[in-house]
């Protein structure tokens, strides 16, 4: 695996993690429901986003906010690795991680708006 695929990997654990912490804070439910979806979206590579989703929580523990500017950063840095494929993963791990307590909540819907902005400007740039 490249740098470059392995750090937007990580980017996109970082916005799952946004969409996790957005609501009422990140359950056990949610922290395995979240390796479930990556094992399933990234496959053999999903350990990339488990551990950058692990040491999140378990370490860093950014508001989500910093974490959001963060992996903003890292796909501007590496957009010309972001494929519309890695777009579309990164927009479903986001999803699937809302739908998967509770349902969608207003605040993240609006965080998966504003990503997939965000995402879209990236190819203007």
């Not at 992996?71 to 494929?85: F, G, I, S, V």
Request: glycine letters at 2%; a negative charge; one cysteine or more.
């Amino acid at each position: 695996m490249q740098i470059e695929q392995r750090e937007i990997y990580r980017a996109i654990a970082e916005m799952a993690y946004v969409i996790a912490k957005a609501d009422k804070g990140l359950s056990a439910e949610e922290r395995m429901t979240f390796n479930k979806i990556v094992e399933e979206e990234l496959d053999f590579n999903s350990w990339v986003a488990q551990s950058r989703f692990e040491l999140l929580d378990e370490v860093t523990q950014p508001s989500i906010d910093i974490a959001y500017n963060e992996a903003l950063h890292d796909l501007k840095k590496y957009r010309d690795h972001l494929t519309p494929e890695l777009k579309a993963t990164a927009i479903r791990v986001m999803q699937k991680v809302a739908e998967s307590c509770s349902g969608y909540s207003e605040k993240e819907k609006l965080i998966i708006d504003r990503f997939k902005s965000d995402l879209k400007n990236l190819t203007l740039i």
